[in-house]
């Protein structure tokens, strides 16, 4: 995984493994304490989503937030994704707020242009 390339990160994980102290929680640990650790740098978050059958729930990492915990994603069988789409069950669990704005501006921007 190398983070030069810019890329978002997901890691999926089945329903039942989403509890108290799970792989998800602490995941979501480890990311907090690296970037309360290394001072909150911009552009890194990770946000968690839902499919619409509840079944599975993806953990999607900007690609600043790769570079702060590249080893466990890794070791997690993350996969490079598409930046992610917005919708209701997309929510930042950690990090910069910044990047949330940033992909409804793309979503918005690249909507608008399949539109012409």
Same mark, same amino acid.
Request: proline residues 7%; neutral net charge; hydrophobic residues 35%.
């Given at each position: ?5 810019? /890329? ?9 493994? @989403?509890?108290?102290?799970g ?30 059958? @509840?079944?599975?729930? /993806? ?8 570079? &702060?915990? /590249? ?9 490079r @994704?598409?930046?992610? #789409? &917005?919708?209701?069950? +997309?929510? &930042? ?12 501006y793309? #979503?918005?921007? +690249? /909507? ?5």
């Amino acid at each position: 995984m190398t983070p030069l390339l810019r /890329s978002w990160y997901r890691v999926d994980f089945p329903l039942h493994e @989403c509890c108290r102290n799970g792989k998800p929680d602490h995941l979501q640990k480890a990311f907090e304490v690296m970037y309360v650790t290394t001072q909150k740098p911009p552009g890194a978050a990770l946000f968690e989503r839902h499919d619409d059958k @509840c079944e599975t729930n /993806s953990f999607y990492f900007s690609p600043e937030a790769v570079t &702060l915990i /590249s080893g466990l994603l890794e070791s997690l069988g993350a996969i490079r @994704c598409e930046p992610p #789409q &917005l919708t209701e069950r +997309f929510v &930042l669990l950690v990090g910069d707020g910044d990047v949330r704005t940033n992909l409804r501006y793309r #979503q918005e921007t +690249f /909507s608008d242009r399949k539109l012409r």
